[in-house]
């Protein structure tokens, strides 16, 4: 098993930046890829950004620029670095490993804009 804490989440402002972070602990040796999702209100969870194990990346089209997804191996945690954010950005983020046959899936963290 594998567990996920997200942090960072919180009240941003529009054109304001956050950094999101995920602490992985349990069998993280069996993990070949790091990904963080959100989720609005109705909606389905999207992907954002996926990180692989040799560092590897990729983005939705739709946040590609804005964001970075970057990982420190030695605190076992991801991160996920936003900038410029709009009120579309207002979702719930997950973090999310993946190993040869599982997705596991950490709780959450709400980020959401004072406007």
């Known amino acids: 098993q594998v567990q996920l804490v997200e942090s960072g989440g919180g009240l941003v402002q529009a054109g304001g930046s956050l950094r999101l972070s995920c602490a992985a602990s349990g069998s993280i040796f069996s993990i070949n890829v790091m990904a963080w999702y959100r989720q609005g209100p109705g909606k389905q969870r999207d992907v954002l950004a996926r990180?692989?194990?040799?560092?590897?990346?990729n983005y939705a089209e739709s946040v590609k620029g804005r964001i970075t997804i970057y990982r420190d191996n030695a605190k076992n945690t991801v991160y996920l670095q936003m900038n410029s954010l709009n009120p579309e950005d207002t979702n719930v983020y997950f973090c999310a490993a993946i190993d040869k046959d599982n997705y596991y899936w950490g709780k959450g963290t709400l980020v959401t804009d004072s406007l």
């Open positions: 990180i692989t194990n040799s560092g590897s990346t």
